[in-house]
């Protein structure tokens, strides 16, 4: 990385910290990060697997807009019912994909590197659902242009995930709105709000809340159900952590500074 992000006023001595980045630091992380140089890489693929196999103006805008469609819903299935599930920690073969992949964010929001998708679970996902709804439409051109439309999307909701737990102020209201329902899911109740960049899936499934007032905290906001108790059960997820479940982060702030 740069010498911006080598920084130490930068770091926790875990990973770079959100909450002691601006944004021209946060541009310069998000760009030169691993995992979105690979889904830049892997969009210019779908690009060109795209005009080789073209299916037509037609069906590739259909299957393309079709993914921006589904998109919100697919995630915030797996989001409300796999991520805050408690399925996956309960079973030794997979307690560290759940711990890697949402129970480390929940735990610490700030750091950067446990934000980020790894590529070994979002690509395959990104690849079942988006492909198959471009190859009906329109074949393999089609298909491609469904899962570079995903990436591109993921890619999306990555950035604006890490302004929503970035020490900064937006300047759009819309931008500032979006960040302060998610602050709410992460610093409030977790069981709500589970959308990116829009609440509209949230809406529909009766999960959305405006403030604080509108809910009583939740206990489980920063472990997700995975407290000592469960943690003594299926102790898997606890023992690569090396130390229990907290019921607060170690944030870059105190707590009561994180609202947008």
Known sequence: MSGTLNNPSLKTGRSFDLGKMNLRQLWVAYLTYPTILLYFALILG???MTCLYFAGWGATLLAACAVVVVYPLAWYLLHRYVLHGHLLYKNPWTASLWKRI????HQDPHLLDVLFG????TLPTIILITGPIGYLIGGV????AAIGTGITITCIYE????IQHLNYKPRSAWIQRMKARHVLHHFHDEDGN???TSFVVDRLFGSYYVDAKARRRSPTVFNLGYDIQQAARYPWVMQQTGSPPRDRPDGARPEGKHAA
């Open 46 to 48: 779908c690009l060109a």
């Open 102 to 105: 949402h129970f480390d964010h």
């Open 118 to 121: 790894a590529p070994v679970t």
């Open 141 to 144: 051109g089609a298909a491609a």
């Open 159 to 162: 950035f604006f995930h890490c």
């Open 194 to 196: 589970f959308g990116i």
